[in-house]
């Protein structure tokens, strides 16, 4: 498993030889396409590269239910939705990186 969070160089590092390096792993990268105004055409030409070795799925924030964790039960709302706060400036986008079936 490769977990990559390289604050928008993920463009400039997962180049082709990289990815088929690495082809047999399992990944999950966090994107961020709104540092450059390049960015959305850059996210299109990752998920191109990786497609030629992975199945793609995209992940993008979603709603949230802390009912099912007995740990903050008994903690205020406020302080439940603190703990799931990343202080983010827009919703989060990652892209998961799984092996084709052809290679497993």
Not at 45 to 64: D, H, M, P, S, W
Not at 66 to 94: A, N, Q, Y
Request: aromatic share 10%.
């Amino acid at each position: 498993m490769i977990i990559v969070d390289i604050e928008g160089a993920e463009f400039d590092v997962l180049g082709e030889e990289f990815l088929e390096a690495f082809s047999k792993s399992a990944w999950i990268i966090e994107i961020h396409d709104e540092f450059s105004d390049q960015g959305p055409v850059q996210y299109e030409q990752l998920k191109n590269r990786c497609a030629r070795y992975f199945n793609l799925t995209e992940i993008r924030t979603g709603a949230r239910d802390l009912s099912t964790i007995p740990e903050v039960e008994f903690l205020d709302d406020h302080s439940r939705w603190l703990i799931c706060s990343e202080s983010r400036g827009r919703l989060g986008k990652w892209l998961m990186l799984n092996l084709k079936l052809a290679q497993a």
